[in-house]
Structures are given as structure tokens and as C-alpha cells.
């Protein structure tokens, strides 16, 4: 969850919306759009579906590289921050973070602390993995130990080259001498496993699966 100041902070920048229609999820928009729902029952008691649109492409045009978080009421456009983002919504919050490869969260947090994660749209990427994991539950188990692998590997791998480094200077040697790696891996295998790091981290996106130690800081 976000802290208590980065809350205040976010709910700040939350911005009113202009009423514009939301548009459908297209079939071409995996790799650069989230589209994610929360039916609620509003303080009324009328039920209402909210809606947060991620356009991935929008970290590029804003100064920190973060992009914004779009919120739809009910198919129409109810409010915009960048992101983080947290939303005030009846009985709680939306909470927005993304990474360089897509979510890292997308949940309903209700005034009493349950969470709840929004429910992706079918035709996004978050959709279709979720779907491979209801019909497909052991494929999607092999999907996501695969996808542990290809993290796991290159960060050993960096880890061990960056020891070689640091056992390299004066100081270091003297006192716990030379350390060599058992491996030394050429640099187009250094490129293909930072390829595959980023596939798997894409993969873990679309689970809104992330941790500090394997998906980094972003």
C-alpha cells in the first residue's frame, strides 16, 4: 500500500475530469494500455462501475516519466492525475502505480484496509493473463516459474560481475584478495539475458506482480 504522505500527496494531484466517453479497449493496445474496472454501490445506493485507463505511452510526455492514471465513472471521464496515483472513490481509494513495464498496482483500498484489486479489461494484457489463469492454471504456474528464472539468472549474474569489480580495488584485494566468477558469460549473452529480464518483467506486469529486489525500484 502507499504510505499515509505519498497518499496526501497523491490525492493532491488528482485533477476533475471532462466528461469525454471512454473509449473501448482495441485489440492492437496490449503493450501500451491498461484498462482496468471497480463496480461499487455508490453512498446512494445505485450501483456504479469506475474505470482506470493507464496509456503507457503518456510516460513520455510528462517531466518525471511517470504518466497518468485516467478515471471513468460510469464510461465518462471523472478524474486524472499522474502517477502514483490515489483516487477517492465511495467507502475508499483507488491506488495507481506503474513501472517501466507496465502496473505494479491497481487496487481498491477500503476505508478499513481490505484490498482489492481491480478487474482487468478482457481484452487487455492484464486480461488475458488473467484469463490463461483461470482455464489454464498449470500452464500459467510454469509461465510465472519461467518468468522467476529469467529474473533470477541475469540479476546473479550482475550481482557476480559487480563483486568482481569491487574485489578489483586496492584496498579490497589486499585485504579479501582477487575473486574471480565462476562464470564469464560474452557480452551477447549479457544481452540476451537482459532481453529475457525484460520479457519476464513484462510478464509479471500483467500480473501486477512486483518485488524491490527482482523488478527494481520503478
Known amino acids: 500500500m502507499i504510505k499515509d504522505r505519498k497518499r496526501r500527496k497523491a490525492m493532491r494531484r488528482v485533477k476533475a475530469g471532462n466528461g469525454r466517453p471512454l473509449k473501448r479497449f482495441r485489440a492492437w493496445q496490449p ?4 484498462l ?3 463496480p461499487l454501490t455508490n453512498d446512494d445506493g445505485r450501483q456504479v462501475v469506475y474505470a482506470v485507463d493507464v496509456p503507457y505511452w503518456q510516460q513520455v510526455l510528462t517531466e518525471d516519466g511517470g504518466g497518468r492514471a485516467h478515471l471513468h465513472l460510469d464510461g465518462r471521464h471523472h478524474a486524472e492525475s ?3 496515483a490515489v483516487f477517492p472513490v465511495p467507502g475508499g481509494t483507488i491506488e495507481v502505480v506503474s513501472t517501466v513495464f507496465g502496473l505494479k498496482r491497481c487496487h481498491y483500498v477500503t476505508e478499513e484496509g ?3 484489486q481491480l478487474i482487468p479489461d478482457r481484452r ?3 486480461g488475458r493473463r488473467a484469463r490463461l489463469d483461470r482455464e489454464h492454471p498449470a500452464l500459467s504456474r510454469w509461465i510465472g516459474g519461467l518468468s522467476l528464472l529469467m529474473l533470477i539468472v541475469p540479476l546473479t549474474l550482475v550481482l557476480l560481475q559487480v563483486l ?3 574485489a578489483q580495488i586496492p584496498p579490497v584485494t589486499q585485504r579479501f584478495g582477487a575473486f574471480a566468477p565462476p562464470v564469464d558469460p560474452p557480452t551477447w549473452l549479457n ?3 537482459g ?3 525484460a520479457v519476464a518483467s513484462v510478464e509479471r506486469a500483467t500480473r501486477l506482480r512486483w518485488n524491490a529486489f527482482l523488478d527494481g525500484s520503478g
Open 31 to 34: 503493450l501500451s494500455r491498461a
Open 36 to 38: 482496468l474496472y471497480l
Open 82 to 84: 499522474t502517477l502514483p
Open 114 to 116: 481490505a484490498v482489492h
Open 124 to 126: 487487455s494484457a492484464e
Open 164 to 166: 568482481e569489480a569491487v
Open 191 to 193: 544481452v540476451a539475458l
Open 195 to 197: 532481453l529475457c529480464a
